[in-house]
């Protein structure tokens, strides 16, 4: 199986502030690579898929990048509706695998 | 507009087994793959299960093969996990999600407990 990992676990940040979160896949995932946001009560969003593909609906400060077994997502500006756990999903064998969550909040 | 509602959750004791139905609207079900990924408390996402479209393909992780099955009705644009030997690591929030090139869309969860 391929193991997810997320950097940080946990993220402090102010409003307005540019965030960088980490997922790294465990072998090449070929971009295959998805992230979701969840806010506190709710179901998971999807915000990006194939690595750098905004999904419908999703600001454009949010955007995505990376190859091989190292992606990024990136918050160009914070804002205080961004707080949530973000989790990152390969998509490129089974089984789906997500990685264990980056939790941002607002300094 | 794309709805996804799961039902079928509760209480149950270990060993037992338990059906839960997704309910889908607002898009042609019949075309898309579908997914039941869960949640335990407190933890982070877990992929259970996926469907092809017309159902001759399913797809497991190792923590669930042999105990589940997912099956779906397109007739009836349902979706549908059957859980056997329910242990008390299956307690969690079990989401419906259509399967397109990702998991595009989530249904609202339904919990289930697995406690004697």
């Known amino acids: 199986d391929i193991q997810m990992t997320q950097s940080p676990s946990f993220l402090s940040a102010s409003v307005g502030e540019r965030v960088t979160l980490s997922c790294r896949a465990s072998?090449?995932?070929?971009?295959?690579l998805d992230w979701y946001q969840q806010k506190l009560g709710e179901a998971p969003k999807l915000l990006i898929y194939?690595?750098?593909n905004l999904h419908t609906g999703i600001p454009s400060r949010f955007s995505g990048s990376g190859s091989g077994t190292d992606y990024t997502l990136t918050i160009s500006s914070l804002q205080p509706e961004d707080v949530a756990t973000y989790f990152c999903?390969?998509?490129?064998?089974?089984?789906?695998?997500f990685g264990a969550g980056t939790k941002l909040e607002l300094k | 507009e794309v709805q996804l509602v799961e039902s079928g959750g509760g209480l149950v004791q270990p060993g037992r087994s338990l059906k839960l139905s997704c309910a889908a609207s607002g898009f042609t079900f019949s075309n898309y793959y579908m997914a039941w990924v869960r949640q335990a408390p407190k933890k982070g996402l877990e992929w259970v299960a996926t469907i092809s479209t017309s159902g001759s393909r399913t797809y497991y992780p190792d923590s669930v093969k042999g105990r589940f099955t997912i099956s779906r009705d397109n007739a009836k644009s349902s979706l549908y996990l059957q859980m056997n030997s329910l242990k008390s690591e299956d307690t969690a929030t079990y989401y419906c999600?259509?399967?397109?090139?990702?998991?595009?869309?989530w249904g609202q969860g339904v919990m289930v407990t697995v406690s004697s």
């Open positions: 194939n690595t750098n």
């Open positions: 072998q090449n995932i070929n971009k295959y």
């Open positions: 999600a259509r399967e397109g090139m990702n998991f595009d869309y």
């Open positions: 999903l390969q998509r490129n064998s089974w089984p789906r695998t």
